[in-house]
């Protein structure tokens, strides 16, 4: 059970594994108002970051439970970079099927909504970890602007049009599923430039030290092809952001 390789080669120096700043987690920690002992369960947690900053910072307790072993593995050494390691903790393992064991105040997914097949399933999934009246945390892509044809839909890593919404549709689906938002985090295109600008490096030095391995012509194609196409395409219509929501 991990992340295929190619993803991990893709995103080696990403603390964030996400088109966010360490800067925008920050303002999304200070914009929730986190108090000292708040409990937080983060599923697909990835490298850890932001249980770990908002440890150091806030002084929340909580875990992280992720699919991928080298993803782990750096978030518990960055807890210990920080000192917060009797703060947080980091579980290898299927964040699909994870429920605490006791309710925790804030329950998060931050861009793999994919553990519940879908917005309303990943919602779902964190409310039975969540005390009554805490917070759910839910990062997910949507669409800038209406792309025109379906080149831009798979361009940005869709399967139909469908797959995302535009931001007040997203925001309408929220209250559909019975929820206030009552926070959010936009991701901008200079955060999406800092994600995505950083793969490209992050593959070229990995050829060039691995030129005969069984990925070099898949990942020598992917880096000839996705800046333009990251320029025209994604970078104009699909945005991304943190939506905190509250059950009515």
Not at 27 to 43: K, S
Not at 220 to 232: H, V
Request: glycine content about 10%; some cysteine.
């Amino acid at each position: 059970m991990d992340l295929p390789r190619e993803f991990t080669i893709r995103e080696s120096s990403h603390r964030i594994h996400n088109p966010f700043t360490g800067e925008q987690l920050a303002a999304l920690g200070q914009a929730l108002h986190l108090t000292p002992g708040t409990r937080v369960l983060d599923l697909a947690s990835g490298s850890g970051e932001m249980l770990c900053t908002w440890a150091h910072a806030h002084r929340i307790v909580g875990t992280g439970v992720d699919i991928s072993t080298e993803f782990t593995a750096r978030a518990r050494a960055r807890a210990a970079g920080l000192g917060v390691t009797d703060q947080v903790a980091f579980v290898h393992g299927d964040a699909s099927g994870h429920v605490a064991d006791e309710p925790v105040d804030l329950a998060a997914c931050i861009g793999a909504t994919w553990i519940g097949d879908g917005v309303a399933g990943t919602i779902d999934l964190l409310r039975r970890s969540l005390r009554p009246g805490g917070l759910l945390l839910i990062g997910e892509p949507y669409w800038r602007q209406e792309p025109p044809d379906r080149q831009t839909v798979e361009a940005c890593h869709a399967g139909t049009k469908e797959d995302f919404r535009l931001l007040p549709e997203l925001i309408e689906r929220f209250g559909e599923l019975g929820y206030d938002l009552v926070e959010m985090v936009l991701a901008d295109q200079n955060s999406w430039d800092r994600y995505r600008a950083a793969q490209w490096l992050n593959i070229r030095r990995w050829l060039d030290r691995n030129p005969d391995d069984e990925l070099a012509p898949e990942l020598r194609a992917d880096l000839s092809r996705d800046p333009a196409r990251y320029a025209r395409y994604e970078r104009e219509y699909l945005g991304w952001g943190v939506f905190a929501l509250m059950e009515r």
